[in-house]
């Protein structure tokens, strides 16, 4: 009897909450989940450059609801193909796919997304979109060659779409050398400060 009534004040609790609480809670809880999956995957990948040692070194900064925007979506099906370059000297072929507008700490501002020529031959990956981006935060708190976002294109609906820098993640480059990351393209160099999502890797750690 105690334990029920214990649980019903307790949920009770929970439902007092306001909304905006609640929902970032759940927020913070899945920006957590979400990396602890992303630490689990540099263990499977056979090509990663962290071991177990070099994931407990990996830094985030803490969840922040200001950083999941919402975008307008803007395709742009006449784009042509390009060469993207990399860190390594070689280049990879993109074609942009549309730019996502958004409005971040009181600036509008906007970012290209990319697909990559190679994926989109491929059943498993043709639906995945690329946004690599540089901020002023680059050489500071994270990584100097910028970082990257993910989306697919089931994300986009009806012209919107939800932008989470709590999960930009840094290139394979930023741990060790030897990896083909793209360089963000000079359309997506953001002026605003982007303090979420990885920071930069230290190997002194």
Do not use: W
């Not at 990663?48 to 803490?62: H, I, T, W």
């Not at 390594?88 to 009181?106: D, M």
């Amino acid at each position: 009897m105690y334990i029920q009534t214990l649980a019903t004040a307790c949920l009770c609790f929970f439902l007092a909450l306001p909304l905006g609480a609640q929902s970032s809670k759940s927020q913070s809880k899945g920006i957590q989940q979400h990396r602890k999956h992303y630490k689990k995957e540099f263990l499977k990948e056979g090509r990663s450059p962290l071991d177990k040692k070099g994931v407990k070194k990996l830094r985030f900064f803490p969840p922040d609801e200001h950083y999941r925007l919402n975008c307008t979506f803007e395709l742009t099906p006449d784009a042509e193909p390009f060469d993207m370059a990399t860190y390594s000297g070689i280049t990879k072929p993109y074609v942009q796919y549309g730019i996502a507008a958004f409005e971040l700490n009181g600036h509008r501002r906007q970012l290209a997304v990319y697909q990559s020529l190679q994926l989109r031959q491929m059943p498993l990956y043709r639906d995945y979109l690329f946004i690599p981006f540089k901020d002023p935060t680059n050489g500071e708190s994270t990584y100097g060659g910028g970082r990257y976002l993910d989306i697919k294109t089931g994300d986009i609906q009806d012209g919107r779409l939800i932008l989470d820098f709590n999960k930009a993640y840094n290139p394979y480059c930023a741990y060790s050398d030897g990896y083909n990351c793209p360089i963000p393209p000079d359309e997506n160099h953001l002026d605003i400060p982007v303090e979420a999502g990885e920071m930069d890797f230290s190997k002194k750690q």
